[in-house]
Every structure is written in C-alpha cells, then in structure tokens.
Nanobody
C-alpha cells in the first residue's frame, strides 16, 4: 500500500506565492515520475507539472515561468513552488506518483488533493 499526502494549500491574494508538498510513504521500492495535476470546478483535471527521477521537468504552458516543480528523492517528496498566482490557478491540486512497490509492480498513485484559492 502506498499513500501520498499533500499539504500547503491555502487562500492567497493574486500575485502571491504558495509552496505545495507531497510525501509518499508505504510499500515503496522506487518512484519514477512525480507530478502535480489540478482540477477547477466544472473543468477536467489537467497536468500542471511533472518531474522524472532524474530531474527532467515539464510544465503546462499556463504555468511556465511561474511554477517550479522539484523533488527530494531521499524523502520521496515532491514540491510545487507557485509564484505570481492568478485567480485562474484556483483549483484542487493533486499529487501523482509512478511507484514500484515491494510486490515489484509499477502503478500510479494519487493524493487526496489540497485546495488552492487565489482571490483577485
């Protein structure tokens, strides 16, 4: 069993910053890809940023230059530094990880989500 627990969501004014964290724990041998997705009310879940175990990153066009994804492999933790927040960034942010478990199976796991609200 693998658990992903996010933290750091809050209410912030436009132009402000937040840092989200997501810690993975449980039956983990290795983690390949880690990422952040978000879902706004009435919209589909969308990819925000992803980082490989080697540190390669990809971002949605809407957040490039404002958000930075990073990870601490020793802590099985991924971070999302969000600067220059806009009201359209308001959403529930979900952490995702591709995990090799002790059963030697690769699978995708999701956190429960953390709310980010940006006021104008």
């Amino acid at each position: 069993q693998v658990q992903l627990v996010e933290s750091g969501g809050d209410v912030v004014q436009a132009g402000g910053s937040l840092r989200l964290s997501c810690a993975a724990s449980g039956s983990i041998v290795s983690i390949r890809r880690m990422g952040w997705h978000r879902q706004a009310p009435g919209k589909q879940r969308e990819l925000v940023a992803v980082i490989s175990n080697g540190g390669s990153t990809n971002y949605a066009d809407s957040v490039k230059g404002r958000f930075t994804i990073s990870r601490d492999n020793a802590k099985n933790t991924v971070y999302l530094q969000m600067n220059g927040l806009k009201p359209e960034d308001t959403a529930v942010y979900y952490c995702n990880a591709e995990v090799l478990t002790r059963q030697y199976l690769w699978d995708d796991y999701w956190g429960q989500g953390t709310q980010v609200t940006v006021s104008s």
